[in-house]
């Protein structure tokens, strides 16, 4: 009669030890799947993340100083920048002016070199009237002789007039031969002409040159552009962080 509650209570445990195991079991399934890579469940796996901790915050540490020297390089850079944005802006502006100095010359030259090509044409009108009254001359006596030297009145008061205008292009300048001179009776007006012709070859050399350096300046502009636009697309970036 006692073996009967005896068997039960062992029954019992039986069950117990049952249940356990499969829970057991299942506990053990469940961390398989969690951590399939960590055959000894979390605790191993929190072992290796802090053997890895101290050297992942000592790479931390060295992206972090890295970034910060990276930064203070930008940031010398911008300021390089700046400052040669601000000395090409001075450039510019002293070429510009230069531009604006090398064209008023340009003006002002072929103003000069008008003037002096009207001169040369009245010069040559007095030229053929000499070439005519010399002519005349080994011919006979001219009848109206009066009426060309109020001609020849008239072409000395304008060569006068254009020589007023001249007198101040006092540069040194090349003198070339003349390819035709003035007849020989007038010596008078033989300097004067090749004074105007040789002031008329200086003045369009002088001008040839003002416009080889208002080239040369141009390009130089064009060039100060180009850079001023790149270093302005540069600063126009965002700012490394």
Do not use: I
Not at 41 to 65: A, C, N, T, V
Not at 142 to 169: F, I, K, Y
């Amino acid at each position: 009669m006692a073996a009967t509650p005896h068997g039960g209570a062992d029954s019992w445990k039986t069950e117990v030890a049952q249940k356990l195991a499969s829970l057991e079991r299942r506990l053990d399934q469940c961390m398989q799947k969690l951590a399939p890579d960590a055959p000894q469940g979390f605790d191993s796996r929190l072992g290796q993340l802090e053997k890895q901790l101290p050297k992942l915050e000592l790479q931390l540490g060295h992206y972090l100083g890295a970034t910060t020297g990276a930064k203070e390089a930008v940031t010398a850079q911008a300021r390089q920048l700046s400052c040669v944005e601000e000395r090409l802006s001075s450039q510019l502006d002293a070429v510009q002016a230069s531009v604006q100095v090398y064209q008023s010359k340009v003006g002002a030259l072929e103003d000069e070199l008008e003037n002096g090509m009207n001169t040369l044409k009245s010069l040559a009108k007095h030229q053929a009237l000499l070439t005519k009254l010399a002519a005349s001359e080994e011919e006979g006596p001219l009848p109206n002789l009066s009426g060309h030297d109020a001609q020849m009145q008239e072409l000395v008061l304008d060569l006068a007039s254009r020589m007023s205008q001249l007198e101040h292009v006092d540069r040194p300048g090349r003198t070339n031969t003349l390819e035709s001179a003035p007849p020989a009776e007038d010596s008078q007006l033989r300097p004067q002409l090749q004074q105007l012709q040789a002031t008329n070859q200086r003045l369009h050399k002088e001008m040839l040159d003002v416009v080889a350096k208002l080239e040369e300046h141009s390009v130089h502009l064009a060039s100060c552009r180009s850079r001023m636009e790149v270093l302005e697309a540069q600063n126009a970036r965002p700012a490394v962080k």
